[in-house]
Protein backbone atom coordinates (compact mmCIF):
# COMPACT_ATOMS: atom_id res chain seq x y z
CA UNK A 1 0.00 0.00 0.00
CA UNK A 2 1.51 3.67 -0.84
CA UNK A 3 1.44 6.32 1.36
CA UNK A 4 1.54 9.64 1.50
CA UNK A 5 4.48 11.91 3.32
CA UNK A 6 1.54 12.53 6.36
CA UNK A 7 1.24 8.88 6.79
CA UNK A 8 -2.71 8.47 4.95
CA UNK A 9 -3.17 5.92 3.09
CA UNK A 10 -3.11 6.90 -0.81
CA UNK A 11 -6.19 5.15 -2.30
CA UNK A 12 -6.59 5.23 -6.77
CA UNK A 13 -10.09 4.11 -6.55
CA UNK A 14 -12.35 7.01 -7.54
CA UNK A 15 -9.36 9.31 -8.46
CA UNK A 16 -9.05 7.84 -12.05
CA UNK A 17 -11.00 10.53 -13.45
CA UNK A 18 -9.26 13.43 -12.04
CA UNK A 19 -5.83 12.16 -12.79
CA UNK A 20 -6.40 11.60 -16.65
CA UNK A 21 -7.52 14.80 -16.15
CA UNK A 22 -4.66 16.41 -14.58
CA UNK A 23 -2.37 14.30 -17.25
CA UNK A 24 -4.29 15.94 -19.69
CA UNK A 25 -3.90 19.60 -18.39
CA UNK A 26 -0.39 18.99 -18.03
CA UNK A 27 0.50 17.94 -21.94
CA UNK A 28 -1.94 20.95 -23.33
CA UNK A 29 -0.30 23.83 -21.17
CA UNK A 30 2.66 24.60 -23.54
CA UNK A 31 1.98 28.24 -24.91
CA UNK A 32 2.82 31.34 -23.51
CA UNK A 33 -0.17 30.93 -21.08
CA UNK A 34 0.46 32.26 -17.82
CA UNK A 35 3.68 34.31 -18.72
CA UNK A 36 3.52 37.85 -18.22
CA UNK A 37 4.97 40.16 -20.44
CA UNK A 38 7.76 41.36 -18.31
CA UNK A 39 8.87 37.68 -17.90
CA UNK A 40 8.89 37.18 -21.97
CA UNK A 41 10.99 40.46 -22.57
CA UNK A 42 12.99 39.54 -20.10
CA UNK A 43 13.87 36.10 -21.58
CA UNK A 44 13.84 37.85 -24.71
CA UNK A 45 16.30 40.02 -24.29
CA UNK A 46 18.47 37.39 -22.46
CA UNK A 47 18.23 35.49 -25.46
CA UNK A 48 19.24 38.80 -27.84
CA UNK A 49 22.58 39.15 -24.89
CA UNK A 50 23.08 35.91 -26.08
CA UNK A 51 23.23 36.16 -29.38
CA UNK A 52 25.62 39.09 -28.89
CA UNK A 53 22.83 41.21 -30.72
CA UNK A 54 21.60 43.59 -28.37
CA UNK A 55 22.55 44.57 -24.47
CA UNK A 56 19.13 45.65 -22.98
CA UNK A 57 18.44 45.43 -19.29
CA UNK A 58 15.08 45.95 -17.62
CA UNK A 59 15.91 48.77 -15.28
CA UNK A 60 16.21 48.85 -11.15
CA UNK A 61 13.40 50.19 -9.23
CA UNK A 62 14.58 53.31 -7.20
CA UNK A 63 13.80 52.05 -3.22
CA UNK A 64 15.37 52.85 0.09
CA UNK A 65 15.15 49.84 2.05
CA UNK A 66 13.82 51.05 5.62
CA UNK A 67 13.63 47.76 7.48
CA UNK A 68 14.72 44.19 6.95
CA UNK A 69 13.84 41.12 8.63
CA UNK A 70 15.96 37.69 8.61
CA UNK A 71 13.22 34.94 8.44
CA UNK A 72 15.93 32.41 8.02
CA UNK A 73 19.72 32.96 8.40
CA UNK A 74 20.35 32.37 4.47
CA UNK A 75 17.17 34.61 3.49
CA UNK A 76 16.23 38.15 4.19
CA UNK A 77 13.12 39.38 3.29
CA UNK A 78 12.63 43.92 2.94
CA UNK A 79 9.27 44.50 5.31
CA UNK A 80 9.73 48.10 4.23
CA UNK A 81 10.78 50.22 1.80
CA UNK A 82 9.88 53.35 -0.34
CA UNK A 83 10.69 54.89 -3.95
CA UNK A 84 12.98 57.43 -3.76
CA UNK A 85 12.29 58.71 -6.71
CA UNK A 86 9.42 58.63 -9.51
CA UNK A 87 10.60 55.21 -12.43
CA UNK A 88 10.96 56.51 -15.61
CA UNK A 89 10.69 53.57 -18.10
CA UNK A 90 10.85 49.86 -17.68
CA UNK A 91 13.72 48.67 -19.97
CA UNK A 92 16.86 50.88 -21.55
CA UNK A 93 19.54 49.74 -23.80
CA UNK A 94 21.80 49.44 -27.22
CA UNK A 95 21.19 48.32 -30.55
CA UNK A 96 23.02 49.12 -33.40
CA UNK A 97 24.64 52.39 -32.14
CA UNK A 98 21.39 53.45 -31.09
CA UNK A 99 19.86 53.80 -27.45
CA UNK A 100 16.55 51.81 -27.05
CA UNK A 101 14.07 53.23 -24.08
CA UNK A 102 11.32 51.63 -23.77
CA UNK A 103 7.40 51.08 -21.49
CA UNK A 104 5.99 47.71 -21.36
CA UNK A 105 2.62 47.32 -20.33
CA UNK A 106 -0.34 44.73 -20.08
CA UNK A 107 -4.04 45.24 -20.40
CA UNK A 108 -7.18 43.15 -19.92
CA UNK A 109 -9.29 45.72 -22.27
CA UNK A 110 -10.21 44.21 -25.61
CA UNK A 111 -11.29 47.23 -27.57
CA UNK A 112 -8.35 49.66 -26.60
CA UNK A 113 -5.25 50.56 -24.57
CA UNK A 114 -6.12 53.22 -21.58
CA UNK A 115 -3.59 56.33 -21.19
CA UNK A 116 -4.06 56.41 -17.61
CA UNK A 117 -1.57 53.59 -17.51
CA UNK A 118 1.33 55.92 -18.53
CA UNK A 119 2.42 58.98 -15.48
CA UNK A 120 3.00 62.37 -17.03
CA UNK A 121 6.76 62.20 -15.65
CA UNK A 122 7.26 59.01 -18.18
CA UNK A 123 6.21 60.58 -21.03
CA UNK A 124 8.57 63.60 -20.55
CA UNK A 125 11.27 61.15 -19.79
CA UNK A 126 10.48 59.22 -23.46
CA UNK A 127 10.47 63.05 -24.83
CA UNK A 128 13.61 64.47 -23.72
CA UNK A 129 15.41 60.97 -24.95
CA UNK A 130 13.73 61.11 -28.51
CA UNK A 131 15.45 64.96 -28.06
CA UNK A 132 18.21 63.20 -27.67
CA UNK A 133 18.20 60.97 -31.00
CA UNK A 134 16.74 57.97 -29.21
CA UNK A 135 14.46 55.26 -29.90
CA UNK A 136 11.46 55.40 -27.26
CA UNK A 137 8.40 53.18 -27.84
CA UNK A 138 5.72 50.95 -25.97
CA UNK A 139 5.14 46.92 -25.69
CA UNK A 140 2.01 46.50 -25.38
CA UNK A 141 0.20 43.18 -24.91
CA UNK A 142 -3.84 42.72 -25.18
CA UNK A 143 -3.72 39.60 -22.64
CA UNK A 144 -6.87 38.12 -23.18
CA UNK A 145 -6.51 38.41 -27.05
CA UNK A 146 -3.04 37.48 -27.05
CA UNK A 147 -1.88 39.83 -29.38
CA UNK A 148 1.79 41.95 -28.56
CA UNK A 149 2.36 45.32 -30.43
CA UNK A 150 5.35 47.80 -30.62
CA UNK A 151 4.28 51.71 -30.37
CA UNK A 152 6.23 54.20 -31.47
CA UNK A 153 6.41 56.76 -28.72
CA UNK A 154 6.12 59.54 -31.15
CA UNK A 155 2.65 58.14 -32.20
CA UNK A 156 1.73 57.57 -28.45
CA UNK A 157 3.02 61.11 -27.85
CA UNK A 158 0.03 62.67 -30.10
CA UNK A 159 -2.56 60.70 -28.43
CA UNK A 160 -1.28 61.71 -24.63
CA UNK A 161 -1.30 65.68 -26.07
CA UNK A 162 -4.81 64.82 -27.82
CA UNK A 163 -6.78 62.90 -24.54
CA UNK A 164 -5.98 66.40 -22.55
CA UNK A 165 -8.56 68.23 -25.35
CA UNK A 166 -11.93 68.79 -24.67
CA UNK A 167 -12.91 65.93 -26.98
CA UNK A 168 -9.76 64.00 -26.77
CA UNK A 169 -10.09 60.20 -26.08
CA UNK A 170 -9.04 58.77 -22.69
CA UNK A 171 -7.44 55.44 -24.42
CA UNK A 172 -6.10 54.15 -27.67
CA UNK A 173 -8.75 52.21 -29.68
CA UNK A 174 -7.50 49.12 -30.66
CA UNK A 175 -7.81 49.79 -34.45
CA UNK A 176 -5.65 52.39 -34.27
CA UNK A 177 -3.01 49.99 -32.15
CA UNK A 178 -3.49 48.21 -35.54
CA UNK A 179 -2.34 50.67 -38.11
CA UNK A 180 0.10 52.44 -36.06
CA UNK A 181 2.24 49.95 -34.43
CA UNK A 182 4.35 46.58 -35.58
CA UNK A 183 2.51 43.72 -34.05
CA UNK A 184 4.88 40.77 -32.60
CA UNK A 185 4.30 37.33 -32.57
CA UNK A 186 5.44 34.70 -30.75
CA UNK A 187 8.15 32.26 -31.29
CA UNK A 188 11.10 30.70 -29.62
CA UNK A 189 14.44 32.01 -29.77
CA UNK A 190 14.13 35.11 -29.78
CA UNK A 191 10.70 34.76 -27.47
CA UNK A 192 9.12 38.38 -29.03
CA UNK A 193 11.34 39.56 -31.93
CA UNK A 194 10.61 42.91 -31.27
CA UNK A 195 14.04 44.24 -32.76
CA UNK A 196 12.28 43.42 -35.94
CA UNK A 197 10.52 46.42 -35.84
CA UNK A 198 13.14 48.19 -34.47
CA UNK A 199 14.98 47.78 -37.51
CA UNK A 200 11.90 49.43 -39.86
CA UNK A 201 12.15 52.66 -37.28
CA UNK A 202 15.89 52.64 -38.22
CA UNK A 203 15.56 52.17 -41.40
CA UNK A 204 12.82 55.01 -41.86
CA UNK A 205 15.53 57.16 -40.05
CA UNK A 206 18.04 56.76 -42.31
CA UNK A 207 15.28 57.47 -45.20
Excluded at 126 to 150: P, Y
Aim: hydrophobic share 35%.
Amino acid sequence: MLNYPNGRPYHINGDKQALKKQVKTKKTDYSNRGMTLESDLNLTNEQYLIAKKAVIHKKPIPIQVVNVSYPKRSAAKITEAYYQKASTTDYNGIYKGFYLDFEAKETKNKTSFPLKNFHEHQILHMRACMEQDGICFIIIRFSTLNRVFLLPFDKLDLWWKNQKEALGKKSIPLKSIIEEAHEIFYGLSPRLPYLDAIDKIIKSKKT
